[in-house]
Each structure stands twice: as structure tokens, then as C-alpha cells.
């Protein structure tokens, strides 16, 4: 389904600053798949349709570990305490046993977000991983570039690579990386992070840490909306 309708109007356009257009295209495009789907009525019969479900919903909310969530046919699991979910045929969250805390899968989302929030302000926020590194130059593909790592913190994200056989720590604070480009189970290549650079970008994909994709996006918009309060408040 799609629909069509006017967020500015050329009057308007002549009037408006910048920021109060943006809010408004920020506004038009707040939508919710999942409310949609039960309220359509249209049902979920795909028998695998949790699969991977844990690339969203990586945090536990009842033992609150990270990266420990399998989703497999209908069910979302955690690894770590054994407490289940199914995703039923409209999209809602059932727990298979006790409390569930989140029927609707961005209520859990949201849950994680404000999480991450409160890592990354606090200045407790911390993530490392080892990667395969790639760049894409230009449209004939990907270049491999071995093995390199991540790092990112409240402040900052870090990239430890070689390119082009030339060693490069590549540095973006919270007002230089707006947001990152995630792909999930990129081609052949898996999870990757994308990162671009002057006339390049860099493709990381964790070898070492699960999951992370969705944490790492979440964390980005975070320190990026730190370090301008910082910045207001000087």
C-alpha cells in the first residue's frame, strides 16, 4: 500500500526555514509495519517467519543479556535464561511461559534504543569487534582488505584498518558520522556496517561479535546526538 500527499506546499516552501520542512518530511515518515499488519488483517503464515528475528531483537528483556537471541521458525528464543517467544500470524509477541513484556516488536525495539541511550550518555557505552574489512571503490565490486576492528564509544567510532596496504585508524566523533549503513547477511559477506571515506567506502563485517549491527546503528544516532548537546551547551 502507498499513499500520496503534500508535506509542503509551494506557498509554503517560500515561508518555511529548513528545519521546520525536515521536521515535517521526519513526521510524514513515521510509520509502523507491525501495527499495520494486525490491523489489515492480512496474517503471517510463513513457517520460518522469526527467522532472524534476533538481528532486531538482540537484547533479553527478561535477563537483559545481549546478543544471545535466536530466531528460528516461529519462535524467538533467548540462549542465556531459556524464556521464548512466539510470533504469532499478526505480528504480535506471545511468551511461551510467564510475563510477556513485549507484544509489540518496536515496543521492544524502543526498549533497546532507550537502553543504548542511557549507555552512551552516561558514558558507560563500549564496543569492540574484529572484522573483515572490504571497500567498494567503485561499481565492478568489493575489495577485500583482511582483517580489522571496530571501536566505538560514547565519544567516538574508530575504524583499525588496512587499505590498499597502507595501516589507517579512520576516526569519526559523534558530529562527523550523522548515521551508519547497516546491511543484513550482506550477499555473501554477511552482516556489514558501511562507513563511507573520500572517494570510498569501508564495509566492516564483525567475525567475532553477533548481532551487533542493531546496537551499533542505534549507538551512532546516540553519540551523534551527544555531541551536539555538547556542543549547544558551549
Not at 509554503?12 to 489489515?40: G, P
Not at 537484547?59 to 535466536?70: A, D, I, N
Not at 512466539?86 to 509489540?104: I, P, R, W, Y
Not at 585508524?169 to 547477511?185: F, P
Request: charged share 30%.
Amino acid at each position: 500500500e502507498a499513499y500520496v500527499e503534500e508535506i509542503v506546499s509551494a506557498e509554503e516552501v517560500k515561508t518555511l526555514s529548513a528545519d521546520e520542512i525536515n521536521q515535517r518530511i521526519q513526521k510524514a515518515f513515521i510509520y509502523d509495519d507491525w501495527k499495520w499488519l494486525k490491523e489489515s488483517g492480512v496474517k503471517l503464515k510463513y513457517k520460518n517467519r522469526a527467522d532472524n528475528l534476533n538481528a532486531l531483537l538482540y537484547q533479553c528483556p527478561k535477563c537483559k543479556t545481549e546478543f544471545k537471541m535466536l530466531g528460528k521458525g516461529t519462535t524467538l528464543k533467548c540462549t542465556a535464561c531459556g524464556k521464548s517467544w512466539e510470533l504469532n500470524e499478526d505480528g504480535t509477541l506471545t511468551a511461551t511461559s510467564g510475563e510477556t513484556e513485549f507484544s509489540h516488536v518496536p515496543d521492544w525495539f524502543k526498549w533497546q534504543k532507550q537502553n543504548v541511550h542511557e549507555e552512551v550518555f552516561n558514558g558507560t557505552y563500549k564496543m569492540v569487534a574484529d572484522c573483515e574489512v572490504y571497500t567498494l571503490p567503485s561499481s565492478k565490486g568489493f575489495v577485500k582488505h583482511g582483517t580489522g576492528m571496530l571501536i566505538q564509544t560514547s565519544e567516538k567510532t574508530v575504524l583499525d584498518v588496512t587499505l590498499y596496504d597502507e595501516s589507517k585508524v579512520i576516526e569519526y566523533t559523534g558530529t562527523q558520522l550523522e548515521s551508519v549503513h547497516v546491511e543484513y547477511q550482506y550477499k555473501d559477506c554477511g552482516d556489514m556496517l558501511d562507513f563511507s571515506i573520500p572517494g570510498d567506502s569501508v564495509w566492516m563485517h564483525p567475525t567475532n561479535r553477533k548481532d551487533i549491527l542493531t546496537k551499533v546503528s542505534l549507538a551512532t544516532e546516540e553519540i551523534r546526538d551527544l555531541a551536539k548537546l555538547k556542543l549547544n551547551k558551549n
